[in-house]
């Protein structure tokens, strides 16, 4: 300051006191001075409270719990904090590393993107490998144990071939009408999809439902091994935190909204479901309206692919004793 004239270093004195004074800077990056205790989260996002629920509630513990309940984060005029004190309590290394992200106190959305897409896959502790999810979540080439079929979605510029367990499904469907007409499947359901590009699989990528309700996205490279990204362009996916971008949101996406009509091709590649022209069923379709609802952070159409899929064989004289009550349940 000593270059300045004395007149001006007395001004610039008197305005940083001044500013002081009357708290002048914004009010969110007061939070570490009102009490050393919190850290103030300045994400600038529109669902905060959901974000910070699925994230935080991911790295507290492997069983994933809400962080509001656990009083880890409280929510004041609208601003949401950290209760280091409590977080302390309940994990250690998770407030190490919190702390460490931010030295004024305040956390904005870029510091902690980069941190989850840093740290996700050590907090949750996701199988390494193909090979080890599929001796947790079984073979998923099994016809008899899971419902498969192919699309070419928005998601990857490779064709898809997604894969989830026929007991969650059918337990999804048997309790449409108890869970008020929502598709809500159990605690450990796990969608596998492989990208396949010219016949080989180039990478996998997979949601499994945590305890709390959220999802789990997670994703595999060519070889088998954990990576934290999926092709697509303009840029890769970065997982977790531009998985939940569609996931999270309400936009529909081709070929699921034009269902069972054939979506347009876009620029990208075709648009399309692949299944047997006996399975595509308006009504049905009608009923779930799947995957407008989306009921459970899931785009697909497993139920109404799955109850197309059972009508047919209804009507072939096929269809099991449980799945002919899955349909009169739902009136098809
Ligand atoms: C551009 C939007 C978009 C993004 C980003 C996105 N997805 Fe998806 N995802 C979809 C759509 C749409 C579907 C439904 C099937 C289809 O059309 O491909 C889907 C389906 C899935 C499924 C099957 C279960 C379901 O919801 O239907 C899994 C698993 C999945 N995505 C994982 C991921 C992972 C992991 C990431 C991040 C790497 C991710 N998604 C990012 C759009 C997206």
Redesign the pocket.
């Given at each position: 300051m000593n270059q300045f004239p004395r007149g001006l270093s007395g001004l610039f004195v008197f305005l940083v006191a001044g500013r002081l004074l009357t708290g002048c800077e914004s009010p969110e990056r007061h939070g570490a001075t009102e009490s050393s205790r919190e850290i103030v989260f300045d994400l600038d996002k529109s669902d905060e409270r959901r974000l910070l629920s699925f994230y935080l509630g991911g790295l507290l513990s492997r069983n994933s719990s809400d962080p509001f309940e656990a009083s880890i984060i409280v929510q004041r005029r609208g601003t949401f904090l950290l209760d280091t004190e409590r977080l302390g309590l309940l994990n250690q290394d998770l407030l190490v590393d919190m702390k460490s992200l931010t030295d004024d106190g305040v956390i904005t959305w870029d510091e902690f993107e980069q941190f989850i897409n840093a740290r996700y896959y050590a907090y949750r502790e996701f199988p390494k490998t193909t090979d080890q999810l599929m001796d947790l979540v079984g073979d998923w080439s099994l016809g008899s144990e899971w419902f498969s079929f192919e699309?070419n979605?928005?998601?990857s510029p490779h064709r898809?071939k997604?894969h989830v367990p026929l007991v969650h499904l059918r337990k999804a469907l048997s309790g449409y009408r108890e869970n008020g007409d929502r598709l809500l499947y159990a605690v450990g359901t796990t969608?596998v999809?492989e990208h396949i590009d010219r016949g080989e699989r180039v990478e996998v990528?997979?949601?499994r439902k945590r305890e709390d309700g959220f999802w789990d996205?997670?994703?595999y490279g060519a070889t088998g091994g954990l990576t934290g990204e999926?092709v697509r362009s303009p840029n890769n996916?970065v997982?977790?935190s531009?998985?939940i971008?569609?996931?999270f949101g309400s936009r529909l996406?081709e070929?699921?909204r034009s269902f069972p009509a054939d979506a347009a091709p876009a620029p990208e590649g075709p648009r399309a479901l692949y299944v047997q022209k006996g399975e595509k069923d308006v009504g049905i379709v009608r009923l779930l309206d799947e995957h407008r609802r989306r009921s459970d952070t899931?785009?697909?159409l497993y139920g109404t692919l799955f109850l197309g899929r059972l009508k047919a064989q209804r009507a072939a004289g096929s269809i099991s004793e449980e799945d002919r009550i899955i349909l009169e349940m739902l009136g098809l």
């Open positions: 699309v979605g928005v998601m898809r997604i969608f999809s990528s997979v949601m996205f997670f994703a999926v996916l997982v977790p531009k998985c971008g569609c996931h996406f070929p699921e899931v785009l697909g």
